[in-house]
């Protein structure tokens, strides 16, 4: 056991005292995919306290392409990707503690979590701005660093947020090109996931050990294929009168009644619908109901899955559901209101 991270130890701006405190810091992990399953292994491996994971999907097939921590079997059984992980990751380093939670990262979620459990640290790694912008309020408002990182087919993105520091994606929003503005379909190849994540976990290395002269302070972007490099200085850009960072901030993204209740999955022909009030469904009852019905059910302990001819119904314990086969919010809610009522 002492053995395990003598390298890691060896290497001088960590060594011994930061391996300590890595010890002791508990990262909170926004996403579970491919950015999120990366940045996973490689801090769980290098052993850091606790790992807290949350993520709103199940593993698909197309997914094992980048998604490290997944196989087969994770597919083949729709576990929902937070579960998957923390089996994985368990197997990796028993040492840390890993809490995963099926759902999304609203702001409510995310604030209760930082409140109740003051993470050191906190990973972008979803797939989307809205909610990026939700972690960059919630950094801001309990003065937690967290870092930002996005790819698309061969291009990424990365940049560590330190509040009271650096400026904010707010701040960078208007005048600088951050790029995952858009949800692209331009599909992905894994050196871009892998290189994103190098970015992004040197740096979570070099906050978890408090080496913060260290820091690059430079955005970071890449394209693979098209051999370009760029690191842009952007500490100028930071605003005073910022919402999120400014010297009268009012964190517009965690005010509740902001939050999309249905929303179109990036690059996924699917529509997620989040009911206004949490349910708590019997997912077993619920299957038997749609058996009656002659539908094509699936299930595990997290989810329930009927075939609907061209579309698929996904329904979480809470309520939440996933309809895939349309990206016709009108659609996937009638769909959704004609079954679960
Ligand atoms: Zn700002």
């Not at 999304?104 to 930082?114: C, F, P, R, S, Y």
């Not at 960072?245 to 964190?251: A, D, L, V």
Request: glycine fraction near 6%; charge should be neutral.
């Amino acid at each position: 056991m002492n053995e395990r991270y003598s390298r890691q130890q060896l290497f001088a701006p960590i060594g011994k005292d930061g391996q300590e405190k890595i010890s002791k810091k508990h990262v909170l992990l926004i996403g579970a995919g491919a950015l999120g399953t990366g940045n996973a292994e490689a801090l769980v491996r290098a052993g850091i306290g606790k790992l807290t994971i949350i993520d709103r999907d199940y593993v698909e097939w197309s997914n094992l392409q980048r998604q490290q921590l997944y196989s087969e079997e994770d597919a083949k059984e729709r576990l929902p990707k937070a579960i998957a992980a923390k089996q994985r990751l368990e197997q990796i380093n028993s040492d840390v503690t890993v809490a995963a939670i099926v759902g999304d990262a609203t702001a409510q979620e995310l604030e209760t979590i930082v409140k109740e459990q003051h993470p050191n640290l906190l990973i972008d790694a979803t797939d989307n701005f809205e909610t990026r912008m939700i972690i960059n309020d919630v950094s801001n408002k309990y003065r937690i660093p967290w870092i930002y990182g996005a790819c698309v087919g061969s291009y990424g993105i990365s940049y560590a947020f330190v509040p009271g520091k650096t400026p904010c994606l707010h701040c960078l929003l208007e005048t600088v090109p951050v790029g995952g503005l858009t949800c692209d379909t331009a599909g992905i190849i894994s050196p871009a996931v892998q290189m994103v994540v190098a970015y992004q976990v040197a740096e979570a290395l070099k906050i978890l050990v408090e080496d913060w002269q260290s820091l690059r302070n430079k955005l970071v972007s890449f394209d693979l294929w098209k051999n370009q490099h760029a690191a842009i200085r952007v500490d100028q850009v930071k605003k005073d009168d910022c919402p999120s960072c400014g010297t009268h901030p009012t964190y517009p993204y965690l005010s509740y009644d902001m939050q999309t209740k249905t929303a179109v999955l990036c690059g996924r022909n699917s529509v997620q619908i989040r009911p206004a009030a949490k349910r708590e469904y019997d997912l077993h009852e619920l299957a038997q109901l749609f058996s009656k019905q002659g539908l094509q059910v699936e299930t595990n302990p997290y989810l329930v899955s009927v075939s609907l001819g061209e579309h698929r119904l996904v329904v979480f314990q809470d309520g939440r559901a996933l309809v895939h086969g349309t990206k016709d919010i009108q659609e996937a809610k009638t769909l959704y209101y004609r079954y679960l009522g």
